[in-house]
């Protein structure tokens, strides 16, 4: 089974500023990684998948890069939507598919 | 617009059986692939068990492989998760999700609401 390792656990960021998120793989995961977003009392929300690729109705403000073990979510010009846990997910080597531990974003 | 409700969660004790059902709407759930994912009081996510939009395999997570049944009533538009033996680390939300596609990608597109389970004596 494939690790997920987010950074940091909970990150504190003021609205308007960009927030970097790690995810760190046991091994490579080649470019099967998501990113999801879940908001207090909420199911999660598929927000990239394929590394960079935006899921259906995701603002351009989501971006996302790396590649093999390393991954990084930026979410640039943070709105006050945007506070939430993510969490990254690889399918590349699956059943099963794993999920970090979440990196909580909250306002600053 | 998708939409997916989960229901059957509940109070059970260790060892007791408990069915969640998943009703799909805004679209056919046969031509989907789905999946149970769950998360445990103030923890993350964890994937369950898939299966594709042809029924033809059933994945699941090795912590309920022998105990969970996933299934679909395509005349009902529904898929049901029957849990047998629960144990105490059961106890979460389970969510039903939508996949991307007919295959199984992963990539959990829709989600419901959630439906709570308690495994507690």
């Known amino acids: 089974e494939i690790v997920m390792t987010q950074s940091p656990a909970t990150l504190s960021v003021s609205p308007g500023e960009t927030a970097t998120l790690s995810c760190r793989a046991s091994q490579s995961v080649s470019r099967n990684l998501a990113w999801y977003q879940q908001k207090p009392g909420q199911a999660p929300r598929l927000l990239m998948y394929?590394?960079?690729t935006r899921a259906t109705d995701i603002p351009a403000r989501f971006s996302g890069s790396g590649s093999g073990t390393e991954f990084t979510l930026t979410i640039s010009s943070l709105q006050s939507e945007d506070f939430a846990i993510y969490y990254c997910q690889q399918y590349d080597y699956w059943p099963p598919c794993t999920f970090g531990q979440g990196t909580k974003l909250e306002i600053k | 617009q998708a939409q997916l409700v989960e229901s059957g969660g509940g109070v059970v004790q260790p060892g007791r059986s408990l069915r969640l059902s998943c009703a799909a709407s805004g679209f056919t759930l046969r031509t989907y692939a789905m999946h149970w994912v769950r998360q445990a009081p103030g923890k993350g996510l964890e994937w369950v068990a898939g299966?594709?939009?042809?029924?033809?395999?059933?994945f699941y997570a090795d912590s309920v492989k022998g105990r969970f049944t996933i299934s679909r009533d395509n005349s009902k538009n529904t898929m049901y998760l029957q849990m047998q033996s629960l144990r105490a680390e059961d106890t979460a939300v389970y969510y039903c999700a939508r996949d991307l596609t007919s295959v199984i990608t992963n990539l959990l597109e829709s989600w419901g609401q959630g439906t709570r389970v308690s495994v507690s004596s």
């Open positions: 394929g590394i960079s």
């Open positions: 299966l594709p939009s042809d029924g033809s395999n059933y």
